[in-house]
């Protein structure tokens, strides 16, 4: 087993001084047009990430156990060298990408990253909003493991992805200079991401690299100011609310269905979609057939 080191608790000092620093920033040198800090969402951010280390706690114990079964069972064995981590680091980055779309767009997966989403701030302590039911991103790096890779390995690329991503929370950095908006993400990218106008919905899904979004059609890039939080916010700082708003917003919508395809689809689609029927009503009360979304929309499904 490979001794690699825990890269996110090495790291809580310097997420610590960087958020003084930020909040020190604010306040020195305030953007009237930025969101800054509020010290509610603040709080319930900070306690959303101390709760996911809890709850990641709590599912790592099965996660482990299924990616050890893979592992033993692949004839292929990568061993951690100094060249072949960087290529790790680069498929998990590759994974990420597939994992954080997939979380976009389906909406049992949504369920579970909306927490990541339901602020309406948008500075370092955003990072640390987690959701408390990360049992949705396994599977996506069942490939690297069932390839050789050593489940230690495929942890550590992951922290290592989460705490690239800490510092890209912050309306504090403009643009960068051109070759690294092109390849990395960004500030600027992650803004976009984390933005709820329709031109930005669903976009910019990138961890470490923003190149996944070019190459794959999903890269668009700031222009306007972003409007932070869902289409449909959830107006609450408790945070067991903020980890389970979707899922009891797709309980609802699954018992409130007419049909068994219903039902799938309101656990199985798009967070925004609705049946045929549905969209038929309301587009004959509006007087207009309902406009869909080039991208699914972002929180739609959220109560």
Not at 35 to 60: C, I, N, P, Q
Not at 109 to 128: D, E, G, I, P, Q
Not at 188 to 206: E, I, K, M, P, T
Not at 272 to 298: C, D, F, I, L, Y
Request: proline share 7%.
């Amino acid at each position: 087993m490979p001794h690699l080191p825990d890269v996110v608790l090495w790291s809580v000092p310097a997420f610590v001084l960087l958020t003084v620093v930020e909040m020190v920033s604010c306040r020195l040198r305030p953007d009237e047009e930025a969101e800054g800090y509020e010290a509610k969402d603040a709080a319930t951010s900070v306690t959303m990430g101390l709760g996911s280390l809890g709850f990641d706690l709590l599912w790592k114990a099965p996660i482990v156990a299924i990616y050890a079964a893979i592992y033993e069972l692949t004839p292929l064995h990568i061993p951690v060298l100094w060249w072949t981590l960087p290529l790790m680091l680069l498929a998990q980055d590759f994974f990420y990408y597939w994992s954080h779309r997939g979380h976009h767009v389906i909406r049992i997966l949504w369920a579970c990253h909306v927490v990541h989403h339901s602020s309406r701030k948008f500075n370092l302590t955003t990072a640390l909003r987690q959701p408390w039911t990360t049992w949705t991103v396994w599977p996506f790096y069942v490939p690297m493991i069932a390839l050789g890779v050593h489940p230690a390995a495929v942890f550590f690329c992951s922290s290592a992805n989460l705490v690239y991503q800490f510092w890209v929370h912050t309306e504090r950095v403009g643009r960068l200079p051109r070759p690294i908006e092109f390849v990395f993400n960004t500030p600027s990218h992650h803004r976009v991401h984390h933005a709820s106008q329709g031109g930005y919905l669903d976009r910019n899904f990138g961890g470490i690299l923003i190149v996944w979004d070019r190459i794959f059609r999903s890269f668009v890039a700031e222009t306007e100011r972003p409007v932070y939080g869902l289409t449909k916010n959830i107006n609450t700082y408790n945070p067991l609310r903020v980890a389970t708003h979707e899922y009891a917003a797709i309980a609802r919508d699954v018992r409130a269905a007419s049909s068994w395809r219903e039902r799938a689809g309101r656990i199985f689609r798009g967070p925004g979609w609705q049946p045929a029927a549905t969209r038929a009503v309301t587009g004959a009360r509006t007087g207009t057939e309902e406009r869909q979304p080039v991208a699914p929309s972002v929180g739609e499904g959220a109560a």
